[in-house]
């Protein structure tokens, strides 16, 4: 009666635990919720983070393309700068030879001066003639003046181009400096990013396969441990010298058999499997179906209004140390997902007296515990409680 008292102790303790499962497959979609979130959002900040450093690469792109065209700009203010020198040079020359000519003119003048009055026209015609070429040369000259004066104008708009291009260049020059900066610090927190949603995505992972498990109710295999309630104690022999009285005072001794652990009830912890047979869970989560015809019929109990599972299966396992020589078998019954009752044989080897040999019998002095116990094989009944194996990774730590 003791042994019953206990074990229904441990099945009402253990149910009274069942809410907290509700609350674990809570805490798992949560969690699978959460991290979701997180991936999404890091997901979020690494297209932006993408779309900046796009940015400020199509910037670097007009950058170099400002660079292009500064050095474009600087080699046309080179050529025109060639071409003015070159226009000074040819008015130089003309100038020399307009010079050289005057002072011909006026060489041509003096020897008029001096000869007869018989040369003067001959004179004349060379004087009208150098007066002509020298008009051709200023007029040479003043065309040669107006070239330089309009490269001057040109060279002078390509100074302030250049000069305008070189305060862009150094204001992009710092721009760059500042961008190369943000892009390295972007590129940094790109990888962080990447790695933390690489972390987080693997716990997304993680925790999608465990809500899966968690919800995943209709294996047909199950690992399950527990508490076994056999009806038979192991027993421990021993032999124990018991005086005797005869007559005249001498005391003398007796060898008696005793068992150390008699008894009828034993517990032993035992782990197997339990393979689903029936699933039972829309019996027990269906609607009522009340007899409203019949008012004698005692008031049916309600149904769960739960979101558990129930079957009927079969269960085999193993129990204390030596698994291999106590053998659990039956059939079991699961009740809220994750609990399991069973009732069935234990198949379990023993030290057991041979025929002839009854626990307080006296034996012969000569006589040992090797020579009067065997080993043998016993099948006696037993009922269990256990928990799925799965229920013990989502208890919070």
């Known amino acids: 009666m003791c042994g019953l008292r206990l074990l229904a102790l441990i099945v009402l303790s253990l ?28 997901t979020q900040q690494l297209d932006s983070n993408d779309v900046v450093l796009a940015t400020l690469r199509r910037r670097m ?31 130089k020359l003309a100038m020399e030879e307009k010079e050289r000519l005057v002072a011909e003119k006026e060489e041509l003048y003096r020897q008029a001066l001096t000869n007869s009055s018989i040369d003067k026209a001959k004179w004349e015609g060379e004087l009208k003639a150098k007066e002509t070429s020298i008009d051709a040369k200023s007029r040479e000259i003043a065309y040669l ?30 721009l760059v400096d500042s961008l190369q900066k943000r892009v390295g610090a972007v590129e940094l927190e790109n990888i962080r990013k990447q790695e933390e949603n690489k972390y987080l995505a693997q716990k997304a992972k993680d925790a999608e396969e465990k809500a899966v498990i968690t919800l995943n109710k209709k294996k047909k295999v199950r690992p399950i441990q527990g508490i076994a309630m056999r009806f038979f104690r192991t027993p421990d022999w021993d032999i124990r010298l018991t005086p005797e009285t005869v007559d005249g005072g001498t005391v003398t001794y007796s060898k008696v058999i005793r068992n150390r652990n008699a008894g009828d009830i034993e517990f032993d912890f035992v782990t197997g499997a339990s393979v689903m047979l029936w699933d039972l869970t829309d019996f027990f989560n269906g609607t009522s179906k009340k007899d409203t015809l019949s008012l004698s019929r005692l008031p049916e109990i309600p149904r769960f209004d739960q979101k558990f599972n129930y079957d009927l299966g079969i269960y ?38 041979i025929d002839g040999y009854t626990a307080g019998q006296s034996l012969e002095p000569v006589l040992t515990l090797d020579d009067i116990t065997a080993k043998s094989w016993l099948v006696k009944p037993f009922i269990s409680l256990s928990i799925d194996l799965d229920f013990l990774s989502y208890i919070k730590k």
């Not at 309009?150 to 305008?164: D, G, I, M, P, W």
């Not at 078998?329 to 379990?348: A, E, K, Q, W």
């Open 145 to 174: 003046q107006k070239d330089i004066d309009a490269k001057e104008v040109t060279l002078q708009s390509q100074r302030e181009n250049y000069s305008h291009l070189l305060i862009e260049k150094e204001h992009y020059r710092h």
């Open 15 to 42: 149910s009274a635990v069942v809410p907290c499962q509700a609350q674990s497959d809570d805490d798992v979609r949560d969690s699978l919720r959460m991290y979701q979130e997180q991936v999404s959002l890091l």
């Open 61 to 91: 792109r007009d950058l170099i393309m400002l660079k292009d065209s500064l050095i474009s700009a600087n080699d046309l203010f080179q050529r025109e700068l060639k071409e003015k020198n070159a226009l000074m040079a040819e008015q």
């Open 316 to 353: 085999v396992g193993f129990g204390g140390t030596n698994l291999f020589k106590n053998f659990y078998i039956g059939p079991s019954f699961r009740f809220v997902d994750f609990f399991y009752l069973t009732i069935g044989v234990n198949i379990c080897e023993y030290e057991m007296l």
